[in-house]
């Protein structure tokens, strides 16, 4: 009954490869996010989805590429991975975006970058 | 554009000690404002939220209030736990557009028996 999963939860790769990290949601939401954490715990937005339409795409390199097949699953794909997108990437959903949702956010997805 | 600032830390306090986090916010019209806390090793989680000046947002002991006057959301607890330990992180929500949430840098707390 996990409301927002993501896989996988440890991702552990060298520089220079493609790698994929998945996100889904069963609490019928609208919205999704990608967010980055980084090692001091700051935490920015990447990406949001909204009825898998893009709606924010912040500053992120264009290694960076979501997809959104369905409005409950938000995938995120890395292209030619550098040592600096070692983080830890968390997913979100909100029921429909407006300011007064509250985030559900899944357990998060450590990326280690050797 | 709209921004969170809060205090850093770490914060470390003994047990039953009072606890204050200080928040401040900018932000062009009304935002909601939230306080999410996450556990080590787990992804955030709502702790409490106020959508309008004056709301007080209230969960597990811990309250904030919604100060337009102020643009400030402090977050307190009167009586801390060792299970209190976590990283809570201030943030807020629209107005200069939906979709979008800001967050503080988060602080860091540490509760000693």
């Known amino acids: 009954d996990t409301a927002v999963s993501q896989t996988p939860k440890y991702l552990v790769t060298q520089m220079g490869n493609d790698k994929s990290i998945k996100c889904e949601q069963n609490?019928?939401?609208?919205?999704m996010y990608w967010y980055k954490q980084d090692s001091k715990k700051f935490l920015k937005i990447m990406f949001s989805?909204?009825?898998?339409?893009?709606?924010i795409n912040e500053t992120v390199p264009n290694r960076f590429s979501p997809k959104s097949p369905d409005k409950a699953h938000l995938n995120l794909h890395i292209n030619s991975l550098e040592l600096g997108d070692s983080a830890v990437y968390f997913c979100?959903?909100?029921?429909?975006?407006?300011?007064?949702?509250?985030?559900?956010f899944g357990p998060g997805t450590r990326l280690t970058v050797l | 554009g709209d921004s969170v600032t809060q205090m850093e830390g770490p914060v470390t306090l003994s047990e039953e000690a009072f606890l204050t986090i200080n928040c401040t916010y900018t932000?062009?019209?009304?935002?909601?404002l939230f306080w999410y806390v996450q556990y080590p090793g787990e992804g955030l989680q709502l702790l409490l939220k106020?959508?309008?000046?004056?709301d007080k947002g209230s969960n597990k002991g811990f309250e904030a209030t919604y100060r337009k006057e102020t643009t400030s959301f402090h977050l307190e607890k009167g009586s801390v736990q060792v299970s209190d330990s976590a990283v809570y992180f201030c943030?807020?929500?629209?107005?200069?557009?939906?979709?979008?949430?800001?967050f503080g840098t988060g602080t860091r707390l540490k509760v000693l028996a």
């Open positions: 979100a959903s909100t029921p429909s975006g407006s300011r007064t949702d509250t985030q559900y």
């Open positions: 609490l019928g939401h609208d919205t």
């Open positions: 989805y909204n009825n898998k339409e893009l709606i």
């Open positions: 932000a062009t019209g009304y935002p909601s």
């Open positions: 106020a959508t309008k000046a004056d």
């Open positions: 943030a807020l929500s629209g107005p200069s557009g939906t979709y979008k949430y800001i």
